[in-house]
Structures are given as C-alpha cells and as structure tokens.
C-alpha cells in the first residue's frame, strides 16, 4: 500500500519517470523508515502524517510537494544528532531532486527543514506540515505515552538526566506557543487535547523529579 502510494506520487511529480526508479527509491527510504534503531521515528510516522495529510490536503496551495515532504522529513534520524531535519532535506536534494523540476525540489527542501518546528514557517503549506507532525501528540493519553516511550528508546544511548530536561526544554517550548497548532484546522480539532496531554506528561516528569534544561 504505501509503495503503491508513493509510485503515484513519483508519477505525478518527476518528468521522467519509470516504475523501477519509483520502486528503487521507496524502497532506499522504506529501509530508513523500517531499520531496528527506528520506535518512533519510523513507518508507522510515516502512515500517520499521511492519513493526517488525506485530511487536509484540499487545503493546500501544493499537496504533491507537502507529501513528497512527509516522505523524506525523518528518512535521516541519527540518535543525539541536532540537525537530522537538515541532513534529511540534504539527503533528498542530493539523491532525488535532479529528477524533479527545480521549483517543486526547492519547495519540498524548505517543506522539510519547517519540521525542525524552531520557527514559524513562512508558508502556509509549512504550517500544515508542521502540524500535521506534531498532531500524534493529541492522541488519546495511553497512544500517546507510547509515543513518549518510544522517543525516548532512540535516545537509549542517554541517561534519564541527560533525556528528560532536554526533552521537558522542548515540550514546554511548544506549551509556550500563542496557539499550539499553526492552522486552524489542527488547532480547533486537536489543540486542547495536545496541550493537556503535554501538560500531563510535564506535571509527570516534574514529580519524578525531572526539570527543563532552560531552567
């Protein structure tokens, strides 16, 4: 299903295309996406931004360049490393984005570095993408802790105190937000169910004796 899925996305969207560099770079990605190492960052991300995508996808200005984003924004994720939204756009410039038109490669790059969710993005395309990755954090509260859980086993190379004020920095940092989700649309369905498991995971933490780096 999702090599069928993405196939269709590379028809629509490189000039010259075959079924079998389709298949060869789905299935480079698809290796990332499924490696051993992978509990979050992983397939199942990747099926849930896409479902989450179908949701709005009538609302963007450019849907192929938002998927294609999705598809390559974690395919780099190396444990303790600042910059893997980085070396995940560098990754898909450098092996794809000869075979697609300039214009789409260039939207697609700066769609993935607006993952990085330190900035505002500037478009609106951005934002839907940006919530559209963050929006598993309004899951219900045991979905959810299995999310936290499983974040937190990529970075098993870490010690609790080394994990959690980092982790707590960056939770709150979101918390800190005018709204929580950029667009409407995720803000009004999901926002307050975010900020309250958010704030549960934090009040957790805190009791067990875990504080934010920035404090």
């Known amino acids: 299903m999702m090599q069928r899925r993405f196939c269709k996305l590379w028809s629509r969207t490189v000039a010259d295309n075959n079924d079998h560099d389709a298949s060869t770079v789905f299935n480079r990605i698809y290796s990332y996406y499924d490696s051993n190492e992978r509990y979050y960052h992983s397939t199942d991300h990747i099926k849930f931004c896409l479902e989450q995508f179908d949701q709005v996808s009538q609302f963007l200005t450019a849907p192929d ?3 294609m984003a999705i598809w390559f924004h974690d395919v780099i994720y190396e444990r303790g490393a600042c910059d893997n939204e980085f070396q995940s756009a560098m990754f898909f410039k450098e092996y794809v984005a000869e075979k697609l038109k300039p214009k ?16 505002t993005p500037s478009t609106l395309d951005g934002q839907y993408l940006a919530d559209i990755d963050l929006s598993s954090m309004a899951l219900p509260w045991q979905d959810f802790l299995r999310d936290s859980t499983n974040v937190r086993a990529e970075c098993s190379h870490l010690c609790d105190s080394e994990f959690y004020p980092k982790q707590l920095a960056f939770l ?11 667009t409407e649309y995720f803000q009004q369905r999901y926002g307050t169910q975010a900020q309250e498991n958010l704030q549960r995971l934090i009040n957790e933490l805190n009791q067990q004796g875990f504080h934010s780096c920035n404090k």
Do not use: G
Not at 104 to 116: C, G, K, P, R
Not at 172 to 182: A, Y
């Open 104 to 119: 789409f490669a260039d939207q697609v790059y700066d769609l993935i570095l607006d993952t990085t969710h330190k900035h």
């Open 172 to 182: 709150e940092s979101l918390l800190k937000r005018e709204t929580f989700f950029f």
């Open 65 to 67: 360049a938002v998927e």
